[in-house]
Nanobody, 128 residues
Framework: QLHVAESGGGSVQFGGSLRLLCSAS????????IGWFRQAPGKEREAVSC????????TYADSVKGRFTVSRDNAKNTVYLQMNSLKPEDTAIYYC?????????????????????WGQGTQVTVSS
């Protein structure tokens, strides 16, 4: 079974940057699409971004377009979420999630909540 884990969270000021990492410790990620989601206190979980297993396709929520960039290095078994121009409303627990995309193709991406394997999350706090 795939196990993924997030790292790189922390506290930054308005306008700052953070880079989150999603790593796998059991299986390789190169056959999995990876989604990033977040959940703020008192709010429902929302999708942030997704990258296909090949890395050639990405998609973003409107709220982060132009500020966040998702990428992956399959040789390092790691997916990255570069977050720039952070705002207080970006404060949340960020989760990465994986979905085996063999049946959907290596360019499959989705912001729907249909991923199979989830990490424990990493806290991101942005102060004004």
């Amino acid at each position: 079974q795939l196990h993924v884990a997030e790292s790189g969270g922390g506290s930054v000021q308005f306008g700052g940057s953070l880079r989150l990492l999603c790593s796998a410790s059991t299986l390789t990620l190169d056959m999995y699409a990876i989604g990033w989601f977040r959940q703020a206190p008192g709010k429902e979980r929302e999708a942030v971004s997704c990258i296909s297993s090949s890395g050639s396709s990405t998609t973003y929520a409107d709220s982060v377009k132009g500020r966040f960039t998702v990428s992956r290095d399959n040789a390092k078994n790691t997916v990255y979420l570069q977050m720039n121009s952070l705002k207080p409303e970006d404060t949340a627990i960020y989760y990465c999630a994986a979905k085996l995309s063999l049946l959907y193709g290596s360019n499959w991406v989705s912001l729907d909540d249909e991923y199979d394997y989830w990490g424990q999350g990493t806290q991101v706090t942005v102060s004004s």
